[in-house]
T-cell receptor
């Protein structure tokens, strides 16, 4: 199993500002992902974080709004840029190893934009 | 992409009752997981079960991959079982696709 530390756990931000969320995994993993969970909804994939290259974004999500970095196999960041109240959500980092192994999640970042 | 449907969307039980949650998926999968999301938003891994049957205490799960469904059984439910239960699958793509969840409320 993998232990994933995500921070901050929660934040209240002013509209128009940006927040960077960090995700640290305790072991080397192949795949890292970022998900968004809007209030009362299920989880939606934002992007796959690729080591040393640009992230792969899902339809409806763009790099300018959600820039992602993954400088090594165990660390990734997600930035929520130019925030609006519609960005208020829980953001979750996920990781899994090779060959379709079990996926694990960080504890999430609860973001409120005012 | 793969579609995931969970039922029922909401379930209210008295403490001590048993329940069955269902997850249907639209294509063959190589990963299926059940999660419990607690009131603080954290996802707790319950089962990694792309096929077969597993049990962990009062919880058990069965996946019939050929018929594209999975069941999560909760026996002798407790108030601490309350929360949202998610089924998530992945196929040829490596990322998980989540169902809409089942909101479980266990009353004392």
């Amino acid at each position: 199993s993998a232990v994933i530390s995500q921070k901050p756990s929660r934040d209240i931000c002013q509209r128009g500002t940006s927040l960077t969320i960090q995700c640290q995994v305790d072991s080397q993993v192949t795949m890292m992902f970022w998900y968004r969970q809007q209030p009362g909804q299920s989880l939606t994939l934002i992007a796959t974080a690729n080591q040393g290259s640009e992230a792969t974004y899902e339809s409806g999500f763009v790099i300018d709004k959600f820039p992602i970095s993954r400088p090594n196999l165990t660390f990734s960041t997600l930035t929520v840029s130019n925030m609006s109240p519609e960005d208020s959500s829980i953001y979750l980092c996920s990781a899994r190893g090779q060959w379709d192994t079990e996926a694990f999640f960080g504890q999430g970042t609860r973001l409120t934009v005012v | 992409g793969i579609q995931v449907e969970q039922s029922p969307p909401d379930l209210i039980l008295q403490e001590g009752a048993n329940s069955t949650l269902r997850c249907n998926f639209s294509d063959s999968v190589n990963n299926l997981q059940w999660f419990h999301q607690n009131p603080w938003g954290q996802l707790i891994n319950l089962f990694y079960i792309p096929s077969g049957t597993k049990q962990n205490g009062r919880l058990s799960a069965t996946t019939v991959a050929t018929e594209r469904y999975s069941l999560l059984y909760i026996s002798s439910s407790q108030t601490t079982d309350s929360g949202v239960y998610f089924c998530a699958v992945s196929g040829s793509a490596r990322q998980l696709t989540f169902g809409s969840g089942t909101q479980l409320t266990v009353l004392p």
